[in-house]
């Protein structure tokens, strides 16, 4: 039997043009009075997958989970599940259950009785009931807690019956709103991994809201960058951060450096930028198609660029002087900011390899910023 891991990475479905999305939201607008919630969004889930709706507060995608679970209809446009039009169907005859951010337990009843709680609305034979409480208890690991009620239980603990309670009645589609919010940071990053195993196990497609940058590079498939009620890209994780495919997703994803300059030269596969008022030359894969003259951004992460005491080989070329003016130790890695001659604070981070480093670089250093010409970005939108 292939192991999970493998299965996940050659999880794929959205580039087989023979594929059909699991979930299909076709050109849909929410407005609420004159206020445009969703605006003409248009979005492919595929079965199975872990899907991540990610976005500032405001921006639609808690909106876009409430109409996929048919607390509101869509103004226009339509939603399909599993071919099936969802327009005018309540949530409870939907193939669909949504995990809430509070949890939203039942706190006269067990641990065992929250989980059941859905599958006694269904109608479910007591066995059959039994046997899925058992089920469920030992999939999130809760089988000593069964009797316990929620006040007695740890943050995690609830997070986990609520999980064990959304998934009990074997929905099509898990949506989850929020779902770590309330966890410290250690039990939120543990929690990730076993959501992710979980999703695998079932079987299901999710799909979660989170403003947690983080949470969703980890646990997503793919993740729709949203805002004001749009979506910005779709991508994985990595296409996501590596290609950005424009200057809002570059910035909103993670830390960056963004430069804004005009293209002086194009040739061989290469551009060249100049930045002003640093008055010097990023020299990068040409990533974009750009003429000369034309104005265009750049976008390079900290942890692409290298910082040195030493003189690059040619200072003219991705490179720039300045003083190290903030230090910041984070353990894993310490991150540089470097203030040029201009102002402009450019951000560096590097990988603490080694526990010790000769002559390490200290406040008020002058140094060199540098970067290969294939560690940034064109960006044009």
């Known amino acids: 039997m292939k192991s999970l891991g493998s299965f996940r990475r050659k999880f794929a479905p959205w580039n087989d043009p023979e594929a059909k999305p699991f979930i299909a939201i ?43 679970a048919g607390f509101e209809e869509p103004t226009a446009g339509r939603i399909l599940i599993d071919g099936q039009d969802m327009r005018g169907i309540p ?62 239980l740890s943050g995690g603990q609830r997070q986990r019956v609520a999980l064990a309670r959304a998934v009990a009645k074997r929905p099509k589609v898990l949506l989850l709103d929020e779902p770590l919010g309330a966890l410290d940071k250690k039990l939120r990053e543990e929690t990730q991994f076993e959501l992710m195993d979980l999703q695998m196990k079932l079987g299901l497609t999710f799909v979660v809201v989170t403003h947690d940058q983080e949470e969703a590079m980890t646990m997503a498939d793919r993740i729709a960058v949203m805002d004001k009620g749009k979506v910005m890209q779709v991508a994985t994780p990595a296409e996501v951060y590596e290609a950005p495919n424009s200057k809002f997703v570059a910035d909103f994803i993670g830390n960056v450096n963004m430069f804004e300059g005009t293209a002086a030269a194009v040739a061989n596969g290469k551009i060249d930028i100049a930045i002003a008022p640093e008055n010097f030359t990023i020299r990068t894969d040409a990533s974009k198609s750009c003429a000369v003259g034309q104005p265009v951004g750049f976008a390079i ?54 526990r010790t ?25």
């Open 301 to 354: 992460r900290p942890e692409k660029i290298r910082v040195s005491r030493k003189q690059p080989a040619d200072p003219s070329i991705n490179s720039a002087h300045g003083e190290l003016w903030d230090i910041a130790y984070f353990g894993d890695m310490t991150v540089f900011h470097v203030k040029l001659e201009s102002g402009r604070i450019i951000k560096a981070a590097s990988l603490n390899a080694v």
């Open 91 to 152: 949530p409870y005859k939907r193939p669909v259950n949504m995990m809430f951010q509070s949890y939203a337990l039942f706190p006269h009843m067990t641990v065992e009785g929250n989980i059941a709680f859905g599958l006694k609305q269904d109608g479910m034979a007591k066995g059959d009931i039994e046997a899925r409480v058992a089920e469920m208890l030992k999939l999130v690991k809760l089988e000593r807690f069964a009797k316990r009620k929620p006040h007695q």
């Open 357 to 381: 480093v000769e002559d390490p670089l200290g406040y008020d250093d002058m140094v060199w910023v540098n970067f290969d010409t294939d560690a940034g970005i064109v960006l044009t939108a």
């Open 26 to 68: 076709e050109n849909v607008t929410k407005k609420f009075a004159d206020f445009t919630a969703v605006d003409d969004l248009s979005l492919n889930i595929y079965n199975r997958e872990f899907f991540a709706l990610l976005g500032a507060s405001g921006c639609g995608k808690s909106t876009l989970l409430r109409m996929l």
